[in-house]
């Protein structure tokens, strides 16, 4: 597609369930990012894949978050047992190469799904 | 790691003039400095960056200074509009591999006709 999509834009919750949070990169995009922003933050880096593979997973918080990328195209952020701390807007970014040539790693954003955990 | 530090968290400027936000890193090795402009509910947008090897790029009405031995990095924005309202956000990664930026706090520019 032209930019990079993501659904849910807007998630309610209830403490304790399960929430899945879906990204579509641009197209021919081989790396995949997953960012957390809460309300006055800048985004934190949690996760990012390179094609199929979770490449670095260093900012996942704990196991309750976990995200899987099938097919090297769609990914899916998943997080069990939610928590009121949990509430933030999830950030998917898309780059066409982790190679910086010609800006070819440059990041681009989707406009977020906003999850409240009640 | 990198740790990011952006000043001011708000500035208000009149219409028509100048806007700086500067931000320092911590991590000598970083080398790209992105800045992004997120509006009110809207994704953060890429609209300048500045890769170690230069110390000034500049874009029409923006441009963003690089001083790396004192590890600080400015935006600057000149004949300021309204439409210039909004968050910005300065980061800091590797240039090579994989962007695993590291945000400064945001700055909220409110530009006042």
């Known amino acids: 597609g032209a930019g990079v999509s993501q659904t849910p834009s807007n998630k309610v919750t209830e403490k304790g369930k399960y929430v899945e949070l879906r990204c579509d990169p641009i197209?021919?995009?081989?790396?995949l990012y997953w960012y957390r922003q809460s309300l006055g933050q800048g985004p934190e880096f949690l996760i990012y894949?390179?094609?199929?593979?979770?490449?670095?997973d260093s900012g996942l918080p704990n196991d309750r978050f976990f995200a899987v990328r099938p097919e090297g195209s769609v990914s899916t952020l998943k997080i069990q047992r939610t928590e009121r701390g949990d509430s933030a807007v999830y950030l998917c970014?898309?780059?066409?190469?982790?190679?910086?040539?010609?800006?070819?790693?440059?990041?681009?954003f989707g406009a977020g799904s906003r999850l409240t955990v009640l | 790691g990198e740790n990011v530090e952006q000043h001011p968290s708000t500035l208000s400027v009149q219409e028509g003039d100048s806007a700086v936000i500067k931000c320092t890193y911590s991590?000598?090795?970083?080398?790209?400095f992105p800045w992004y402009k997120q509006e009110l509910g809207k994704r953060p947008q890429l609209i300048i960056d500045i890769r170690s090897n230069v110390g000034e790029k500049k874009d029409q009405r923006i441009a963003v200074t690089l001083n790396k031995t004192a590890k600080h990095f400015s935006l600057h924005i000149t004949e300021t509009q309204p439409e210039d309202s909004a968050v910005y956000f300065c980061a800091a990664s590797m240039t090579q591999g994989a962007q695993k930026l590291v945000f400064g706090q945001g700055t909220r520019l409110t530009i006042n006709p």
């Open positions: 197209s021919g995009h081989t790396a």
């Open positions: 970014a898309s780059s066409l190469t982790l190679r910086s040539g010609s800006g070819a790693n440059v990041l681009t």
């Open positions: 991590d000598s090795a970083s080398n790209y």
């Open positions: 894949f390179q094609g199929t593979g979770a490449a670095d």
